[in-house]
């Protein structure tokens, strides 16, 4: 199958994101050393979510303020959370489908499968959240880039994280 | 996103990104990718099918633990099992994100400093 990545995107987003130069040269590669069955995978959404009862969610009502600002936080999800415990914010995409079925976005439940039936070693105790809207101008990304990766990567290597499977919504 | 997956790559860290965007992915230098033809919010698929759901995250995961090299793509061929029309309202939000509408009110802003929002 050819992937159309504009085939469900309005026309403007095509000169919002085509031809745009990589914001970083080179390759980067860590050896993914052990058989899956004993590895241990962390999963990262982009969908903005977080825990209704006890996290604050992102940020939105900054953005709706300053539309040129997105929150750079995150959230860690700890990976028995019960769907009806995820709360969603994010301006960019629909919210329903997400809510009605957090597995979309965050696949918890099928990890959980695939580590029953031994296809994965097993799951981080908790996974990652970030709201994928990231600002508008490039220097938005200095946070990220400064702050939030190094911290996701400091999260993600205390819970033995072999590696881990990003998911922009 | 497939910047962050370089970053934490470069921390130690391997990674794979699944995504509706899969050629921007690539164009982005994101070390293992996995492409899906499905609408916008759904990179796993179809709210309670977790057979699909399933099916992604396994495709994932093996090219998260097999890939040899730098920049491997594997396109799933699972088609939507909804028209253009649906999976284009399932995937939009209700109202033009805050960026969006300042956009159509100032298309300049299209022409300076614009770069990839990552979803």
Known sequence: MKIDDYKYLPRMYRSLYENKPAIEEGKVWAEFDKHLSRARVALLSSAGLSLRSQQPPFDVERERREPTWGDASYRLIPRATEPSELAISHLHIRNDDVLADPNIALPLAPLADLVESGFVGGATAEHVSVMGYQGWYDDALDRWRDETAPAIARALKEQDADGVVLAPV | ?119
Do not use: Y
């Open chain 2, 1 to 119: 996103m497939p910047v962050l997956a370089r970053w934490i790559e470069k921390a130690g860290i391997p990674t794979v990104v699944v995504t509706m965007m899969p050629n921007l992915a690539k164009a982005q230098l994101a070390p293992r990718i996995v492409g899906v033809q499905f609408p916008i919010g759904h990179p796993f698929g179809m709210p309670n099918d977790r057979k699909m759901q399933r099916q992604v995250l396994e495709t994932a995961l093996t090219v998260l633990a097999k890939a040899t090299s730098f920049a491997t793509r594997v396109d799933l061929n699972i088609e939507w099992p909804q028209s253009t029309d649906e999976a284009m309202k399932a995937g939009q939000p209700q109202e033009p994100s805050p960026m969006i509408a300042e956009v159509r009110s100032n298309p300049d802003l299209l022409r300076r400093g614009a770069k990839p929002l990552v979803k």
